[in-house]
């Protein structure tokens, strides 16, 4: 969140080479083109990042050109390959996270922002914030050796019985799988999205829940009618940034979603994303198929930038509401 | 290495077979306690995905008398790229047209059916905490993992349990058939009591290696390998190379050269 | 900024009065929705709790001073321990901090104090959010086909991942952080003839340092966990080594080889390690807010 300070509007006492008093100190020359020269560095990372992947997918992409997103063959024995199974599962894997991921962390904002006491904010939030600090590997351990037979045991023939009758729900489960994946990538992504969404919750402009109240709304209407409206385009932006986090999620997913090269409508059916599918073969691929898993890679950095830019503008035009920006 | 990757080397490579490995089809049935046998249009099926339950009547017709539950199967696969895909891939394809119309053989193919898992680790992974799955590792995988692995049913009809000795049977089954620079798959290979699904592992040696002192050691080292080395196999679940083709190896190795003189003393 | 649908506000003429059925509804709609947040804030913390359970449980066991001083047993035998992963984590982090940190505060301190307005720092920052975004395996291939291809796996190639993946996180605490600077901090040191360079790194610089460290902290955390771009850069050594040039293991390596292997002694290792990894990860996460409450 951009926080308001004071030199953002005090564009004139800061001239860019301009000094203030006398002649141009040396220190301060080679400061400013040393600093330049240092910042530099992240444009280039970036920039050589994008043409290093597109030279080294260049023999994919001629060979198999726009069809190579549409193609759903993965077969290294004839060299023919395909990137739509990767991004089916990256698709449905990471809307799932969000289905699952996006109502609890929308309750988590709203009471971190609204209705907790606020002595319980800050240990709240923190452990929050500590869900996003375990590493990927070790909620991958977990979903091996707890979530894997958790769901096998008791939420597969629940789903079954249930809801057996959708295509969603067909074919036999041992608990590796799409759902499962999207289970874990829920668990992953829900932090990103409660701590941004309870930021944006708290840029909202006080009069409004305030004015909500005096009129005699209670503190669910006054937050529903009143706030939500307002901060909806914030709202939408931590989601979106969550999606861009479930999207290059690797490890974790890797570790339970069966890494089958498969297209099915049945989320108890393995499957893999584009990040798994690199996590498994990239180390042992030469030639054609390692230009296609670049290429895949290089899908997976547009998607996330699409993602990662829109969330952005909306987050940021939220933080920029007329009488918004009360500090957290 | 295949003829067109000899040709990238740039330099004359040769194949030397260390020792001999078998491929097994392990498995995770806890109320099954006889070894389960296995016929090729079985294991074909199975990863295929044609075969979908332990009680199908194509693995039932092996195993009178043994209690298969009606449980899907969850076949494993190798997810990366690796020797141990190829070989057995190199079976299917040997034993199912189907397969290799469909599939075909390489270190790393598209499954139709199965979850794929990384290393053999990953793969006895899957297998020891899945109950009901099947999948493909190495010998000494299978048997330092405690996983209970199959008979195949051989060429000549009979189900072999994989063993050190059995794939040494498979080895000298097909002596007959070795080409001169050893690259040979012995997949399916004649003779009784010989494990089907068995591999060489080989080491790539530069015909000539330009440093004097190193291509000598390595020649020695390879020397090594192929006699006394040969008995460090089997305590690792590896299977010694049998003793005709040892002979053999020697004429090769006296081809080596370091700077261009040969690496080993004259016999 | 209006809402665009009225709340269902029983229309009301005179006060006092009695509730009525609409009052009740709404009373109870605001409870259940109050407890809903409530319980999602619950549910959230539920698979934290989890997973510091189970990864203690199930590692604490096997955590004994031989484990954390012996490298891997070959398959088969028993025993042995994460020496070569945690010196390999150790010596990666530290690379990845000395090339990562560095370049993130001074690329930090150039956006918020020396270039700010200007199109080029406009540039910078674009790159370092755009960066910020991107996948850490597509990191990991970006530095395989620049590095390894070329030199082969190295403890070097997987440091260079782990900075890049460091460094946004660093570029941007460090300029939020320069921000919270009050001016007349700065316009007092330039008031007294100052050179720019000498207020901004003496006065400036120093009074966000403890926000910059807390910043720097929480990234170095944040690598201490990665796992996927090592897998192609690094790739994993079971021996001791700490030359650069060579392949390297490192903790969440091991933990991902280890889980996901057969050996029930081997998921008790990952386990263990997965225990080591995650305490190194909450202190630095703890020390960092610690670290800023107290100095902020």
């Known amino acids: 969140m951009k926080r308001p300070s004071a030199h953002d509007t005090e564009v004139a006492i800061r001239p860019a080479r301009r000094p203030l008093f006398g002649d141009v100190n040396l220190g301060d020359r080679l400061a400013q083109s040393g600093g330049a020269l240092i910042a530099g560095i992240v444009v280039v990372i970036l920039a050589a990042l994008v043409l290093q992947m597109i030279q080294a997918s260049t023999p994919a992409f001629s060979k198999f050109g726009l069809g190579f997103l549409f193609s759903s063959k993965w077969d290294p024995v004839k060299d023919d390959y395909g990137a739509l199974p990767f991004l089916y599962g990256t698709v449905v894997s990471s809307i799932g996270a969000l289905i699952i991921a996006v109502p609890v962390a929308f309750g988590v904002a709203i009471f971190l922002s609204e209705l907790a006491p606020s002595w319980l904010r800050g240990p709240v939030g923190f452990t929050i914030e500590l869900l996003a600090a375990i590493p990927s590997v070790v909620y991958g351990l977990w979903g091996i050796f707890v979530l894997k037979p958790f769901m096998a045991e008791y939420v597969g023939p629940v789903l079954k019985s249930t809801l057996g009758w959708l295509p969603l729900f067909q074919g036999p489960y041992d608990g590796l799988g799409m759902l499962t994946g999207a289970l874990i990538l829920s668990i992953m992504i829900l932090p990103t999205i409660a701590s941004i969404s309870r930021d944006v919750l708290r840029a909202a402009p006080p009069t409004l829940r305030e004015g909500a109240l005096a009129l005699g709304a209670t503190r669910w209407e006054a937050i529903r009618y009143a706030v939500l409206p307002n901060v909806r385009s914030g709202l939408v932006g931590a989601v979106l940034l969550g999606l861009g986090r479930a999207l290059g999620e690797t490890m974790a997913i890797t570790m339970v979603i069966g890494n089958k090269v498969d297209i099915s409508a049945s989320l108890f059916e393995k499957s893999s994303t584009m990040a798994s599918q690199i996590a498994n073969q990239y180390s042992e691929a030469s030639d054609m198929q390692l230009a296609a898993l670049t290429e895949i890679a290089l899908v997976l950095f547009a998607v996330t930038l699409l993602f990662n830019v829109g969330a952005r503008i909306l987050v940021w035009r939220t933080g920029r509401m007329p009488g918004g920006g009360r500090s957290a | ?267 | 900024m209006s809402a665009p649908e009225a709340p269902p506000v029983a229309p009301s003429s005179a006060l006092p009065r009695q509730a009525t059925g609409v009052d009740r509804r709404r009373a109870f709609v605001d409870k259940l929705a109050r407890g809903a947040c409530v319980a999602a804030t619950v549910l959230a913390i539920v698979p934290l709790v989890a997973v510091l359970i189970y990864v203690a449980a199930k590692g604490i066991g096997s955590l004994s001073l031989d484990f954390l001083t012996n490298t891997p047993a070959p398959m088969g035998e028993v025993g042995g321990g994460i020496k070569n992963a945690i010196i390999g984590t150790l010596l990666l982090v530290g690379i990845a901090s000395l090339i990562g940190i560095p370049i993130g505060v001074i690329t930090g301190i150039y956006l918020a104090e020396l270039g700010r307005y200007s199109k080029f720092a406009q540039a910078v920052r674009f790159s370092a959010d755009i960066l910020g975004g991107v996948p850490s395996i597509v990191i990991g291939v970006f530095v395989y086909t620049a590095i390894v291809l070329h030199w082969g796996y190295s403890a070097m190639a997987g440091s260079v991942s782990l900075a890049i993946i460091m460094l946004p996180t660093v570029i941007r605490t460090t300029e939020e952080m320069l921000k919270l600077v009050p001016d007349a901090l700065r316009e007092a040191a330039l008031a007294l003839g100052v050179p720019r360079w000498k207020a901004i790194s003496s006065i400036v610089v120093r009074t966000a340092l403890p926000g910059i460290a807390t910043g720097v902290m929480l990234a170095v955390a944040r690598i201490a966990g990665e796992t996927a771009p090592l897998l192609f850069t690094a790739f994993g050594n079971d021996a001791v080594s700490t030359s650069l040039t060579k392949p390297i293991g490192s903790l969440p390596q091991m933990i991902f080889t280890h889980s996901t292997s057969a050996d029930a002694e081997w998921h008790r290792q990952a386990a263990a390690g997965a225990l080591v990894l995650v305490i190194l990860i909450l202190v630095l996460n703890i020390g960092a807010r610690v670290f800023i409450r107290r100095r902020g």
């Open chain 2, 1 to 267: 290495m295949s003829d067109e990757e000899l040709g990238k080397a740039g330099a004359p490579i040769l194949h030397i077979p260390t020792t001999l490995g078998a491929v097994v089809i392990a498995y995770n049935l806890p109320s099954v306690k006889e070894p389960l046998k296995l016929t090729p249009d079985a294991i074909a099926g199975i990863y295929l995905g044609d075969i979908k339950t332990w009680n199908d009547a194509k693995i039932a017709e092996s195993n009178p008398g043994v209690t298969l539950p009606a449980d899907p199967i969850s076949v494993a696969f190798r997810a990366d790229g690796s020797g141990t895909t190829g070989v057995f891939t190199n079976y299917l394809s040997a034993i199912s047209p189907t397969w290799k119309e469909k599939v075909g053989a390489g270190k790393s193919v598209a499954f139709p059916a199965g979850s794929g898992a990384k290393g053999n680790e990953g793969v006895s992974g899957v297998i020891k905490t899945t109950p009901g799955a099947l999948g493909y590792v190495e010998l000494a995988y299978a048997k330092q993992n405690g996983i209970a692995f199959a008979q195949v049913k051989n060429a000549n009809g009979d189900f072999v349990t994989p063993s050190t000795e059995s794939v040494t049977a498979a080895a000298a089954g097909s002596l007959a058939s070795m080409p001169a620079d050893y690259r040979t798959s012995i997949v399916n290979a004649p003779g009784a009591g010989a494990y089907p699904i068995s591999s060489f592992t080989y080491l790539l040696l530069y015909q000539n290696v330009d440093d004097a002192a190193k291509g000598k050691a390595i020649a020695q080292y390879v020397w090594w390998a192929l006699h006394d080395g040969q008995k460090l196999c089997a305590p690792l679940d590896y299977a010694p190379l049998p003793a005709e083709l040892v002979t053999k190896l020697e004429a090769t190795l006296r081809t080596l050269t370091a700077a261009g003189q040969p690496a080993l003393p004259k016999a």
